[in-house]
């Protein structure tokens, strides 16, 4: 059998040093499906247990390996899986590229099974979308595919008709109307502001008294540039929820995440500044930076699509955020005074040891904050972080303490709920060396989690750490749209849709043939991280705790969070009353409902 346009696919997509692809089989997909068999080369094909599942796990694998994710489908249903896992990479700004099969040529346009109007289905997600409809086609349309995802950020699709796929392949020639392309690759480019705009930049910060920086993570290849500028400027460094991994949670002026999940130095950070610079970071919640008028600000963005949306900075700096920061380093005065620095240090010193005692608050029966903490001081140094959507990503914003090398993240700005434990397969695939932890509702869990441990047992063996940690947050309990309910609109919570069937999460994960470790008294937190920590293979963590543990936001204190607990345990109900006030007013005067955020 000759090369057919399946086998020239997975070549191309090799050439692009592409090592595995995730996805689902299907009669739209069966031509490259085949091809796969006929190969023992990479890319490897990763069998998810459902196409939204596969996207997601592109995702991950993009986010921690820095490479494009690439998933597949067939068509009909199939395509319409993957939006929400290819939504997430676009609001996210990750590189994924989707691969879709489709009717036969012959067919397209006739009501046929499974025929959807691909393209038109993929318009909004996707940076770049084509159907294929003759061989010589593809090696432009693979290519532009890959290299417009790296160069945006962004999800891509290129859509084959099945008949296609069988096709045999035959290149572009050199005639009038065909298309070809050049050897895969794509370095992207390193741009820096213009020098009269860094200077007006620099003006700005140099009169600031109270400097605050705010990062994402377009910082991420600039930590040292950003410290940098912390330690001439005297200023605290909030970060936004996709940035938590830039810079490490050790340093004394980072002061944490930042909005309703963030932490109180933060809040205090943007309410008090007279300067803000912001790099790398579209945190979408304006609440959460200063009051309009209260402070200068700066913005430095590789994408000018993306400057001044969420403040009105004076100055608005485009290229690459580490060479930029280069450029305007040296027009930076030190600051001598270091009395804002040192208010910086103590409040942040004050948060950890509040959110220490916070984790230590008794409940029934598990604090979930506990959880967390626990998990801190034992996190690997090369660890893999993911979080789903819900409470679990309020405390992962506020417990854990990053140190330098640990990476983590989760569903940003679409914060989808489901994508957590298939971020960590993906990490896998991407870092088969690191362990990885997903920390987890049982809502999440339930709706797509405990499907993918299959996935999980099925390709465990094959990497080189075998840890795959996920831990679940068994309150049995919609937990944060329980709270959003009761903080935001004042009701309390309707058991219908908010409570959860009983599943034994560690028994699922055993009758897998994985650990599975139940844990349901405080004492027992940390000797069961300890345990999966040191395992031989995956491990789920099946943590029974108090739903009536409220994410307070972060202007309130200690005592409040303690006699609000106590409150609520004894059924107490006035119990809710600061969380009717203290949700209701700052979160939506104040903060809004921020989630997350570049």
Not at 190 to 213: D, F, L, M, Q
Not at 299 to 308: E, L
């Amino acid at each position: 059998m000759g090369r057919t346009v399946g086998d020239y696919v997975l070549e191309r997509l090799r050439e692009w040093k592409v090592d595995h692809a995730f996805g689902y089989p299907g009669e739209g997909i069966n031509g490259v499906i085949a091809a796969f068999g006929r190969s023992d080369d990479p890319p490897r094909f990763v069998q998810s247990r459902h196409e939204e599942m596969a996207a997601f796990q592109a995702v991950g694998y993009a986010k921690f390996s820095g490479r494009p994710g690439v998933c597949m489908a067939t068509g009909g249903p199939g395509a319409v899986h993957l939006l929400n896992g290819l939504y997430d990479a676009k609001l996210d700004h990750v590189p994924v590229v989707a691969i879709v099969g489709h009717t036969a040529r012959t067919a397209i346009g006739g009501s046929s099974k499974q025929e959807i109007d691909l393209p038109c289905l993929f318009k909004d997600v996707a940076a770049y979308v084509q159907l294929a409809t003759v061989p010589a086609q593809l090696p432009n349309l693979i290519d532009r595919a890959m290299r417009i995802a790296l160069a945006e950020r962004a999800p891509t699709c290129v859509i084959i008709p099945s008949d296609l796929q069988e096709e045999p392949y035959s290149p572009p020639v050199h005639a009038f109307k065909n298309v070809p392309s050049s050897p895969p690759g794509y370095t992207p480019p390193v741009t820096c502001a213009p020098r009269s705009e860094i200077e007006r930049a620099a003006e700005v910060v140099n009169a600031g008294s109270k400097v605050a920086i705010l990062i994402g993570q377009g910082a991420r290849g600039a930590q040292d540039e950003v410290k940098e500028v912390a330690e001439r400027t005297g200023a605290g460094v909030a970060k936004a929820l996709l940035g938590k991994d830039v810079l490490p949670d050790d340093l004394p002026y980072v002061t944490g995440a930042i909005g309703l999940l963030g932490s109180r130095p933060s809040y205090e950070l943007m309410r008090d500044c007279d300067t803000l610079l912001i790099v790398g970071s579209n945190l979408p919640y304006v609440q959460s930076l200063p009051e309009f008028g209260s402070a200068r600000a700066v913005q430095i963005d590789v994408d000018g699509r993306m400057i001044g949306l969420r403040y009105p900075t004076e100055v608005n700096l485009v290229g690459d955020a580490a060479e930029t920061l280069r450029a305007l380093i040296p027009l930076l005065r030190r600051k001598d005074g270091r009395a804002w620095r040192q208010g910086i240090e103590r409040n942040v010193a004050r948060w950890w040891d509040t959110m220490e005692r916070q984790a230590h608050v008794d409940a029934d029966p598990i604090n979930p904050m506990r959880l967390f903490w626990e998990l801190s001081s034992r996190l690997p140094d090369n660890a893999i972080v993911t979080a789903d959507s819900g409470s679990a990503a309020t405390w992962y914003a506020r417990d854990l303490k990053f140190r330098g090398g640990i990476r983590g993240s989760l569903s940003g700005t679409l914060a989808t709920m489901g994508p957590g434990v298939p971020y960590a397969i993906g990490a896998k695939f991407a870092l088969p060396d690191r362990p990885a932890i997903a920390l987890v509702g049982d809502g999440a869990m339930q709706m797509n989690g405990l499907a993918e441990l299959i996935t999980v047992r099925r390709y465990h063996h094959g990497w080189a750490d075998p840890r795959l940690i996920v831990a679940v947050l068994h309150n049995n309990d919609l937990n944060q749209v329980t709270w959003e309910l009761r903080a935001m609109e004042g009701e309390p919570r309707f058991d219908e849709s908010q409570l959860l069937p009983d599943v034994s999460y560690a028994a699922f994960a055993r009758s897998l043939g994985l650990e599975g470790i139940e844990v349901k008294e405080p004492e027992a937190i940390g000797p069961a991280w300890d345990r999966a920590l040191s395992a031989d293979r995956p491990v789920v963590l099946d943590v029974h705790v108090d739903p009536d543990i409220p994410p307070i936001p972060p202007h309130a204190e200690f005592e409040q969070v303690k006699d609000i607990v106590a409150a609520i345990m004894k059924g107490d109900p006035d119990a809710w009353a600061f969380t009717r006030k203290g949700f209701k007013t700052k979160a939506q005067e104040l903060f809004g409902r921020p989630r997350g955020g570049r």
